[in-house]
């Protein structure tokens, strides 16, 4: 076996992004007259926007659009809360200097995604980065996973995936690939 590919999550795996997401999340719901408690948002953390809508029995289309334009908007304001992993941004940089590929599989919205790394000085980093709205199905579908996998020519022998969540896991798994979970 040769790992040829390494894929990570973000939120929760290469950085965690818990408290950001969160009151950025507060902010946003604060706007359309909603609370959000800590404890509800960690049972949900992981979730695509739509399940997490879901999960929270936010069913008006325009609240929802509200919501995710809103925290979309006010999720930098935040970024001093996000802590980088260090040792697996590391990792990952030494594999890519040694000839490896590096692709970053994530449920965030793209936007979010570039903004975060770029805050953290890794968009540079990763061969190929995927967000959420670029496959139809959220984890724990292995889509985003042999996504990447196809666009970069890899099988899943040859790849090795960082995840944390337990969709995030069975996504990994499902597609076949190697990984390894991330506890922050």
Do not use: W
Not at 37 to 63: P, T, W
Not at 118 to 125: F, M, P, R, Y
């Amino acid at each position: 076996m040769q790992i040829k590919l390494i894929i990570t999550d973000f939120d929760g795996t290469l950085v965690n992004t818990f408290q950001a997401n969160y009151h950025a999340y507060c902010e946003a719901f604060r706007q359309v007259g909603m609370t959000l408690s800590e404890e509800q948002y960690r049972k949900c953390y992981g979730l695509r926007f739509d399940g997490f809508m879901d999960a929270m029995g936010i069913n008006d289309v325009e609240k929802r659009k509200r919501i995710r334009t809103i925290k979309g908007e006010c999720y930098p304001d935040y970024f001093e809360l996000l802590h980088v992993n260090g040792p697996l941004l590391e990792f990952i940089r030494m594999f890519r200097a040694g000839g490896g590929l590096t692709a970053v599989a994530s449920t965030a919205r793209g936007r979010n995604l570039a903004n975060a790394l770029e805050h953290i000085g890794a968009t540079g980093d990763f061969d190929l980065i995927l967000a959420g709205e670029d496959v139809k199905e959220g984890k724990p579908s292995p889509e985003i996973y042999n996504t990447v996998m196809a666009r970069l020519g890899v099988t899943a022998d040859e790849t090795l995936i960082f995840e944390d969540s337990t969709v995030g896991l069975q996504a990994a798994s499902r597609a076949g690939a190697h990984f390894i979970k991330i506890s922050l």
